[in-house]
């Protein structure tokens, strides 16, 4: 991946997954995680604060779902891109996460084959979208989906 010191935002309440995600990212160069947050709450107001380029967000989270998250950090902090990290594989759920201004749509199990290709298209400006949603037929407008 080309990067040059992409700075990622981790928001994932489930304390072992949010670790597996964050040792994947350290190990790749030129991504560096530099907040994580447990809740929405907590990332809109850590989004604030450190302006992260990229925010690897949660849909189930507590006090503020990533989803509302989402909308409030697009209005504070526009210039981060979000991808969403989620067990959600609904077509309907993505089309919503991205109506609310995400970049990207991971579905969790794909994450070891997905993550970094995501993440690289979406530094290039695209729409990536896990495959088990685009080989349903869900097309994002505007957009890619994973290749297959």
Known sequence: METSD???LLVEDFIPYRTFVGS???E????????EASDGLEAVEKAQQLKP???LM?????????LDATRRIRELVPSSKI???TMEASVEVA??????????????DQAGSELLEGLAAVLR?????SRCLSDNGFTPKNGKHAAA
């Open 6 to 8: 992409v700075r990622i």
């Open 24 to 26: 994947l990212l350290s």
């Open 28 to 35: 790749t160069p030129g991504l560096r995680v530099i907040g």
């Open 53 to 55: 380029d990229v925010i």
């Open 58 to 66: 949660d849909i189930g989270l507590p006090v503020l779902n990533g």
């Open 83 to 85: 991808v969403f990290l």
């Open 95 to 108: 089309e919503e996460a991205l109506s609310r201004g995400a970049c990207g749509y991971i579905v969790k």
């Open 125 to 129: 400006g695209e729409r990536f979208i």
